[in-house]
C-alpha cells in the first residue's frame, strides 16, 4: 500500500489508471478510521480493481476553530486499518488549498435546511473538496455512508449537475451493539454522555411509528438529560436530527415508511 502526500502525484497515478483502463473506487474520509469508514472499503474492495482512501481534515467545512482543533488525526492507525483492509493507496495531503484558493462549489437546494441551516458554509466546503479530491483521483465509484445523509444527497446532486462521471454508492448506517451510530466524534463522549447519547438512535426508531414523528422526536429529545436538540427535520424520505452532547454534536437518521414522508420540519 502506498501513501501519497501530494496532489500532483495522486492525479498522476489517477491518469495513469485511466489510461491503462482500470477501475478504481474512491472513499473520501477526514480520518480517525472506525468500522462505518472500514465497511465502505470492504464494499468498494468488492467492487473495484483499484480502491483508494483519502485522509484530509478539510478546513473549509468546520463552522467552528475549536471542532478542527479538536477533529482526532490518527494517521498511523487510519494506515494500517487501510492495509489491513486491501486498500491500495492511502492519499493523506497536508494542504490541498493554494494560499489564493478563490474558487468554491456550492449546491444550493438540497443544502437548505438540516445541517445546511446550522451550520453555515458547511456544505460549500464539502461540495468544494470533494471535487477537488475526485479530480486528483478520478473515481468510477465513491462510496459514502447514509449516516451523512444530507451530504451524500448534496453530493450526489453536485456531481450529476457537474456532469462528473462519478457514480456515489450509498452505504448503510454502521452502529455499536447500543445503537449508536459510528462517528470519528463519538471518542469525544464520556461514558455518562455515550449513555445519554444514545436518546438518539433510539428516538429516531420510535418515532418512526408515530403519526408525527418530526414532533414527536423533537418533543422526546428535548425532554433528554444532557441533550439540546439542534434541529429535527424529515427531508428526502428521512427522519433526521442534530443533538448536542455537551461540547459535542452528533447526527443521525432513519428512513421513513412512505406514508410519513411529507417533507416538513417540526
Ligand atoms: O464525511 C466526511 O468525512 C467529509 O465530509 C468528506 C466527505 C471526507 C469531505 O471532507
Same mark, same amino acid.
Given at each position: 500500500m502506498?501513501?501519497l502526500?501530494h496532489?500532483?502525484? +495522486?492525479?498522476?497515478?489517477?491518469?495513469?489508471?485511466?489510461?491503462?483502463?482500470?477501475?478504481?473506487?474512491? =472513499?473520501?474520509?477526514?480520518?480517525?478510521?472506525?468500522?462505518?469508514? *472500514?465497511?465502505?472499503?470492504? /464494499?468498494?474492495?468488492?467492487?473495484a480493481?483499484?480502491?483508494?482512501v483519502? =485522509?484530509y481534515?478539510?478546513?473549509?467545512?468546520?463552522?467552528?476553530?475549536?471542532?478542527?482543533?479538536?477533529?482526532?488525526?490518527?494517521?498511523?492507525?487510519?494506515? &494500517?486499518?487501510?492495509?489491513?483492509?486491501?486498500?491500495?493507496?492511502?492519499?493523506?495531503?497536508?494542504?490541498?488549498?493554494?494560499?489564493?484558493?478563490?474558487?468554491?462549489?456550492?449546491?444550493?437546494?438540497?443544502?437548505?435546511?438540516?445541517?445546511?441551516?446550522? %451550520?453555515?458554509?458547511?456544505? %460549500?466546503?464539502?461540495?468544494?473538496? =470533494?471535487?477537488?479530491?475526485?479530480?486528483?483521483?478520478?473515481?468510477e465509484? +465513491?462510496y +459514502?455512508?447514509w &449516516?451523512?445523509?444530507?451530504?451524500?444527497?448534496i453530493?450526489?446532486?453536485?456531481?450529476?449537475?457537474?456532469?462528473?462521471?462519478?457514480? !456515489?454508492?450509498?452505504?448503510?448506517i !454502521?452502529?455499536?451493539a447500543?445503537g449508536?451510530?459510528?462517528?470519528? %466524534?463519538?471518542?469525544? *463522549?464520556?461514558?455518562?454522555?455515550?449513555?445519554?447519547?444514545?436518546?438518539?438512535?433510539?428516538?429516531?426508531?420510535?418515532?418512526?411509528?408515530?403519526?408525527?414523528?418530526?414532533?414527536?422526536?423533537?418533543?422526546?429529545?428535548?425532554?433528554?438529560?444532557?441533550? /439540546? !436538540?439542534?434541529y429535527?427535520? =424529515?427531508?428526502?424520505? /428521512?427522519l433526521?436530527?442534530?443533538?448536542?452532547?455537551?461540547?459535542?454534536?452528533?447526527?443521525?437518521? !432513519?428512513?421513513?415508511?412512505?406514508?410519513?414522508?411529507?417533507?416538513?420540519?417540526?
Amino acid at each position: 500500500m502506498k501513501t501519497l502526500r501530494h496532489a500532483g502525484a +495522486m492525479q498522476r497515478l489517477a491518469l495513469r489508471w485511466r489510461r491503462e483502463g482500470r477501475s478504481v473506487a474512491f =472513499v473520501p474520509t477526514m480520518g480517525a478510521l472506525h468500522r462505518g469508514h *472500514l465497511s465502505l472499503v470492504t /464494499r468498494a474492495r468488492r467492487e473495484a480493481e483499484i480502491v483508494v482512501v483519502s =485522509v484530509y481534515v478539510n478546513p473549509t467545512q468546520f463552522d467552528r476553530t475549536d471542532d478542527l482543533r479538536g477533529y482526532p488525526r490518527t494517521l498511523p492507525a487510519d494506515r &494500517k486499518a487501510c492495509a489491513a483492509a486491501g486498500v491500495e493507496v492511502v492519499f493523506a495531503p497536508a494542504n490541498l488549498y493554494a494560499e489564493d484558493h478563490s474558487t468554491w462549489v456550492e449546491e444550493t437546494e438540497l443544502s437548505q435546511g438540516r445541517c445546511g441551516a446550522t %451550520r453555515p458554509g458547511h456544505f %460549500r466546503g464539502v461540495t468544494t473538496i =470533494v471535487l477537488k479530491l475526485v479530480q486528483l483521483v478520478q473515481p468510477e465509484r +465513491m462510496y +459514502m455512508g447514509w &449516516k451523512d445523509a444530507q451530504q451524500l444527497e448534496i453530493l450526489r446532486r453536485m456531481l450529476r449537475d457537474l456532469n462528473v462521471p462519478t457514480r !456515489v454508492i450509498g452505504c448503510p448506517i !454502521v452502529r455499536d451493539a447500543d445503537g449508536l451510530a459510528l462517528s470519528s %466524534r463519538n471518542r469525544h *463522549l464520556s461514558p455518562a454522555q455515550r449513555a445519554q447519547a444514545l436518546a438518539l438512535p433510539r428516538g429516531l426508531l420510535e418515532a418512526t411509528g408515530k403519526a408525527r414523528p418530526a414532533a414527536w422526536l423533537r418533543r422526546h429529545l428535548a425532554r433528554q438529560p444532557g441533550l /439540546r !436538540v439542534d434541529y429535527v427535520e =424529515v427531508a428526502q424520505g /428521512r427522519l433526521a436530527a442534530a443533538v448536542w452532547v455537551g461540547s459535542t454534536r452528533l447526527i443521525d437518521n !432513519v428512513p421513513l415508511p412512505r406514508v410519513q414522508r411529507k417533507g416538513r420540519k417540526a
